[in-house]
């Protein structure tokens, strides 16, 4: 069945760095766009990245700009966030998600992972 | 780009129908017919309600519908249900740099 499980959260002090990846399956992956959304403890869904079906167009919110970079892999099916310079208020359950139709760009639709956590702590 | 704004709660009675509000600008929800509405339990992911402002996907109730005018969406449940009680976050395509936008998010209670 169509699904998207992420992997690569834990705890991190302040200033390192983390790989998020999201293994895809179910769905011809090379075709949609993919999003990363976090969600702070006790807070809102918070839009984080963007990436195009071809990897072509990236977008970033601007409280990750210049610190996380999306990619993808469309041979392996998967989707990477890497977070560099990790913050205490990058602290949150991310979670990828896939666009409601193949060839747009138009928002995290209908499918969704399940989350990762992660923790930056000193 | 700031966050859509949402009511903080609304909450309703079994069988009433109940409305959440979106208000945007005319560069994300006035701007774009790119408006979506997501469910959330806790300690779940979000599900996808409404696309494409009023779109309904395979699966979900058709107590649930979704309308925009000028900069602001709204979604209404209608026939409230135990089962609805949860977090609702409407979300827009922007033409800012960053491209999408999350509202603040409403907390629906069911009495």
């Known amino acids: 069945q169509v699904q998207l499980v992420e992997s690569g959260g834990g705890v991190v002090q302040p200033g390192r760095s983390l790989r998020l990846s999201c293994a895809a399956s179910?769905?011809?992956?090379?075709?949609?766009?993919m999003y990363w959304v976090r969600q702070a403890p006790g807070k809102g869904l918070e839009w984080v990245s963007a990436i195009s079906y071809d990897g072509g167009n990236k977008y970033y919110a601007d409280s990750v700009k210049g610190r996380f970079t999306i990619s993808r892999d469309n041979s392996k099916n998967t989707l990477y966030l890497q977070m560099n310079n990790l913050r205490v208020e990058d602290t949150a359950v991310y979670y990828c998600?896939?666009?409601?139709?193949?060839?747009?760009?138009?928002?995290?639709?209908?499918?969704w992972g399940q989350g990762t956590t992660v923790t930056v702590s000193s | 780009q700031s966050a859509l704004t949402q009511p903080a709660s609304v909450s309703g009675s079994p069988g009433q129908s109940i409305t959440i509000s979106c208000t945007g600008t005319?560069?994300?929800?006035?701007?774009?017919?790119?408006v979506s509405w997501y469910q959330q339990h806790p300690g779940k992911a979000p599900q996808l309600m409404i696309y494409?402002?009023?779109y309904r996907p395979s699966g979900v109730s058709n107590r649930f519908s979704a309308s925009k005018s000028g900069n602001t969406a709204s979604l209404t449940i209608s026939g409230l249900q135990a089962e609805d009680e949860a977090d609702y976050y409407c979300s827009s395509y922007t033409s800012g740099s960053t491209r999408y936008v999350f509202g603040t998010g409403t907390k629906v209670t069911v009495l």
């Open positions: 998600a896939r666009d409601r139709h193949p060839m747009t760009m138009i928002g995290p639709g209908d499918v």
């Open positions: 005319s560069t994300d929800v006035g701007g774009f017919h790119y």
């Open positions: 179910g769905f011809t992956f090379s075709t949609y766009a």
């Open positions: 494409e402002v009023n």
